[in-house]
C-alpha cells in the first residue's frame, strides 16, 4: 500500500496524518498509554482531515544553530515545563554488575539510548504521560516496564536483567562470559569499524600481560623479544612507530627515544577490555596511521552492591620432566598475586555518587632460553659452504612486575561527572644473566687454502674444520647481573557533562616514564682463547652440534684463557620522559531516530624526552696471568653435547662499576704470604708493621678474599 509523499515541517503526529490522509489506514491512539498506532481504516473512526503542509527552504546553518540552542536550553525554562526526565540503571542479576552499553528504548516515541560506564541512561525531554520503555542487552532477556511520567518530573526506573541459563543448576556463570557479552555488546554499539576484547575473555592467561591479549586481535602481529615478551605490535602490517596506544583515549607514554610504546611491561589488571581501532579516524592524530588501540579502565560507578574485594594467587611452577636451560633450573617456581577492591558512597547527600577502585598486582616471571647460530660462507653450493662463525647462547632472567591503580569517579549532578586516577606500574628486571660462547675465523668471503688459512678447503655446512691459526678465536662473553628498570607514573583528571543531546568531555593527564637499562653493578666479560682449532659436526644435531678439538691450545683448560681488549666493560644508560596532554570532545546527536552525531574537539600535548649514557666503563687487562673460572655455571650446550667450554662470573671481577681483579686472583681458602716494604697509618691511633697495615687496609676494602699484593698497592 503507497501512502502520500510529504514535504514540510511536521510533528510526529501530523507527519503521520499527513502521510496516512485519503488511504486505507488510519492513525489511532492508545488512551492509556498515548502510543500512536496505523491500523486499516475499517477498525478505525471517519479519516481525519489532511492538514496543510507549509514548505520553505532552511539553511543546514540555521538547522545545526536551532539543534544546539536547544541542547543548551535550560532545563527549567518554560520550554521543558511539559515535559520530564526519566533515569536509570541497567544491572545483571547474576553478576551484580552495571552494565556498560546496555540499549534502552522508548518505542512510542521512536527513542533509543545507551547505558554508560556506570550503566547509567538519561532520556531528557520527555513528554508527560505513560511510556513503555524497554532494556536489552546481549545475551540476557529483555525487560519491559510502564513508566508515568509528570510533567517537570524526574523519575527513576531501574533494571535487573537476567537469562535462563543463569537459573539452571547444571550451568555455572564465569567472569569470562560476562567480559566476552560485555565486548560484543561494545563491538555492536560502536559508531565506527572496530574490535573489542574484554581482558578476561581469553581466561586466565600465563603472565596476565595486555601483550598476551593484544596479540590475539585480528590484523595485529607482535614482535617478540629474545625472551619471547610481545611489547611491540605492527597493525595492518604497519610498524609499531606508526600506531598510537592509548589509555580511555588519551595517549600512554613510550619507552625511551621511539614512538611506540611497549605493551611488555604493562599488566592486564589494570584494565576492563581494549579496542583495536583499524586505520586512521578524523579524532586522531598522524601517529596512529596503522591504527589504535585504546585501554579501557573500570568505571567505580559500574557496581551493584555496597563493595566488592576480588583476590588472586597463583604459583605456576615448571615441572621437573619439562626441559629448562641449567640457570633456570634455579627458578621453577614464580608467584602472581592480584588484589581488587571495588566501593561505592553517598556523599554530599547524593546516593551512590561517588565510586572508589582500588587494584594492586604483583607477578614474577622466570624465564629461560637457549639458542645456536651459525654463519655461513656466501655461496649457493651446500659443498663449500662453510661455517666461519658459530655462537651458542644462554639466558635466564626474572622480570618482577607491580603495579597500583587508584580511580574515583564522583557524580556531583544528575549531568556531570567528575573522575580522578592514579596509576604507577614498574618493572624490574635485576638479575638477568647472559652466557655466550663463540669460535669464529675468516669472514663469509673468505677462501680457504691448502696450508695457511683458518677453514680447511672441504669444509662445508655440515662438517667445517679449523686450523690451529691465530686468527681462529674462542670468545666468552658473561653479561650480568643485567638491569633494566621501568617505572611509568601518570595521573588523570576529568569530566563529563550531558546536557539533552550534547555531549562534553574533557580530560588533563601528566605522565612520566623512566628507563634505565645498565649492566647492574657488574658489568661484562670477554675471555678469550687464540690459535686453537676446532671441528663442528652437525651430523648428529643442528641445534647441539659436536663441538671437537683439532690442535693447538686446549680449550677446555680455563688456564688458556684471557680477557680480550676492552673485554672488561659496565654501561649505565637513563632515558626519562615527561607527557603532558589535554583534551575536549563535544557530541551532539542529532533527533533522528538512527544514532547520528556531530562530533568536534581539541587535542594539546608536550612531550619530552631527557636521555643520557654516563658513567659507562671500558677496561684492558695488562696481567699475564689467567683469571679464576667459575665452574658452577653450565650452559645448555654443555649439557647436551658434553663440551667443556669454561666460564666465569663477571661479577666477580667487576662490582659497584669497579674492577676488582687484585682481589680476586686466588683460589677460595689459599694463603700466601707476601713480603712487602710499605709503612702505612690506618685509622686510630696505632702505627702497626707495615705488613699488619697493608692487610687491615684491604680486608676493609674487599672483604676476607682481599689477600693480594695489587690490591695492597693501588688502594693502601
Known amino acids: 500500500m503507497t501512502t502520500n509523499a510529504i514535504r514540510g515541517e511536521f510533528t510526529a503526529r501530523d507527519a503521520l496524518i499527513a502521510l496516512l490522509a485519503n488511504t486505507r489506514l488510519a492513525l489511532v491512539e492508545d488512551t492509556k498509554t498515548g502510543a500512536l498506532m496505523v491500523n486499516p481504516v475499517a477498525a478505525t473512526s471517519a479519516p481525519v482531515e489532511r492538514p496543510a503542509a507549509k514548505v520553505r527552504r532552511i539553511s543546514p546553518l540555521t538547522v545545526l544553530g536551532g539543534w544546539l540552542a536547544l541542547a543548551l536550553t535550560p532545563l527549567g525554562s518554560a520550554s521543558a515545563a511539559n515535559t520530564g526526565v526519566l533515569t536509570g540503571d541497567v544491572s545483571n542479576v547474576a553478576t551484580s554488575k ?91 554499539n560502536a559508531t565506527n569499524v572496530k574490535d573489542v576484547v574484554a581482558m578476561d575473555q581469553f581466561g586466565n592467561l600465563p603472565n596476565l600481560g595486555t601483550g598476551e591479549v593484544v596479540m590475539r586481535l585480528p590484523g595485529v602481529a607482535g614482535s617478540p623479544s629474545d625472551e619471547g615478551i610481545r611489547g611491540r605490535f605492527m597493525i595492518r602490517g604497519m610498524d609499531a612507530a606508526l600506531n598510537s596506544v592509548t589509555v580511555d583515549g588519551g595517549l600512554m607514554s613510550t619507552q625511551g627515544l621511539g614512538r611506540n610504546a611497549s605493551l611488555g611491561n604493562v599488566n592486564a589488571t589494570m584494565f576492563e577490555s581494549v579496542e583495536l581501532i583499524k586505520g586512521h579516524t578524523p579524532d586522531k592524530g598522524a601517529d596512529s596511521l596503522g591504527g589504535t588501540l585504546n585501554l579501557k579502565t573500570r568505571s567505580p560507578l559500574n557496581l551493584r552492591e555496597k563493595r566488592r574485594t576480588t583476590y588472586n594467587f597463583v604459583t605456576r611452577y615448571a615441572p621437573p620432566f619439562f626441559e629448562q636451560t641449567p640457570i633456570r633450573e634455579k627458578h621453577r617456581a614464580h608467584p602472581l598475586a592480584t588484589l581488587a577492591h571495588q566501593e561505592v558512597f553517598d556523599v554530599l547527600g547524593g546516593s551512590r555518587n561517588l565510586g572508589v577502585a582500588l587494584n594492586l598486582f604483583y607477578s614474577e616471571n622466570a624465564v629461560g632460553g637457549a639458542s645456536t647460530a651459525f654463519d655461513y660462507r656466501n655461496s649457493l653450493n651446500n659443498d663449500d659452504a662453510y661455517i666461519w662463525d658459530f655462537t651458542t647462547w644462554d639466558n635466564a632472567n626474572n622480570r618482577k612486575q607491580m603495579s597500583a591503580t587508584l580511580k574515583t569517579e564522583f557524580r556531583l549532578s ?267 697509618t690506618v685509622p686510630g691511633t696505632y702505627t702497626g708493621p707495615a705488613s699488619a697495615a697493608c692487610a687491615t687496609n684491604c680486608s676493609k676494602v674487599c672483604g676476607s678474599r682481599a689477600t693480594s699484593l695489587s690490591a695492597c698497592t693501588s688502594r693502601a
Open 414 to 680: 544528575p549531568v556531570t561527572k567528575l573522575t580522578l586516577g592514579l596509576t604507577g606500574n614498574f618493572n624490574f628486571e635485576r638479575h638477568r644473566s647472559i652466557m655466550e660462547v663463540r669460535a669464529f675465523t675468516g669472514n663469509n668471503t673468505f677462501i680457504p687454502n691448502a696450508t695457511t688459512s683458518g677453514i680447511v678447503p672441504g669444509s662445508n655446512s655440515r662438517r667445517t674444520t679449523v686450523r690451529a691459526v691465530p686468527a681462529a678465536n674462542i670468545d666468552i662473553l658473561t653479561r650480568g647481573p643485567i638491569s633494566y628498570n621501568v617505572r611509568m607514573r601518570q595521573v588523570d583528571v576529568g569530566a563529563e557533562h550531558e546536557l539533552r543531546n550534547l555531549q562534553i568531555d574533557y580530560t588533563a593527564s601528566l605522565a612520566t616514564t623512566s628507563v634505565n637499562d645498565s649492566q647492574g653493578i657488574a658489568g661484562g666479560l670477554t675471555m678469550r682463547l687464540a690459535g686453537a682449532g676446532w671441528i663442528l659436526d652437525r651430523s648428529q644435531s643442528d641445534m647441539f652440534p659436536q663441538f671437537l678439538p683439532n690442535g693447538g691450545p686446549d680449550f677446555s683448560n680455563p688456564d688458556n684463557y684471557r680477557p680480550a681488549p676492552n673485554g672488561m666493560t659496565n654501561n649505565n644508560n637513563q632515558q626519562d620522559q615527561l607527557l603532558k596532554q589535554a583534551r575536549f570532545n563535544l557530541r551532539y546527536q542529532l533527533p533522528f531516530t538512527r544514532p547520528i552525531f556531530v562530533k568536534t574537539g581539541a587535542a594539546w600535548r608536550e612531550q619530552s624526552v631527557d636521555t643520557w649514557s654516563q658513567d659507562n666503563h671500558r677496561w684492558n687487562y695488562t696481567g699475564t696471568g689467567p683469571l679464576r673460572a667459575e665452574p658452577s655455571l653450565l650452559m645448555m650446550d654443555q649439557v647436551k653435547t658434553g663440551r667443556a667450554i669454561p666460564q666465569w662470573e663477571a661479577s666477580h671481577f667487576i662490582r659497584a662499576r669497579e674492577v676488582i681483579l687484585g682481589c680476586r686472583d686466588m683460589k677460595p681458602g689459599e694463603v700466601k704470604k707476601i713480603a712487602i716494604d710499605l709503612t702505612a
Open 98 to 188: 552495571l552494565l556498560e552499553g546496555a540499549r534502552v528504548e522508548l518505542p512510542a516515541l521512536a527513542r533509543s539510548t545507551l547505558t554508560d560506564n556506570t550503566g547509567r541512561y538519561v532520556f531528557a525531554g520527555l513528554p508527560a504521560g505513560s511510556h513503555m520503555i524497554v532494556a536489552t542487552y546481549l545475551g540476557l532477556d529483555a525487560v519491559r516496564a510502564e513508566v508515568t511520567l509528570a510533567a517537570g518530573q524526574r523519575a527513576v526506573r531501574d533494571f535487573e536483567l537476567t537469562a535462563g541459563i543463569y537459573q539452571m543448576a547444571e550451568f555455572k556463570v564465569t567472569g569470562e562470559r560476562e567480559g566476552y557479552a560485555a565486548a560484543l555488546t561494545e563491538k555492536r
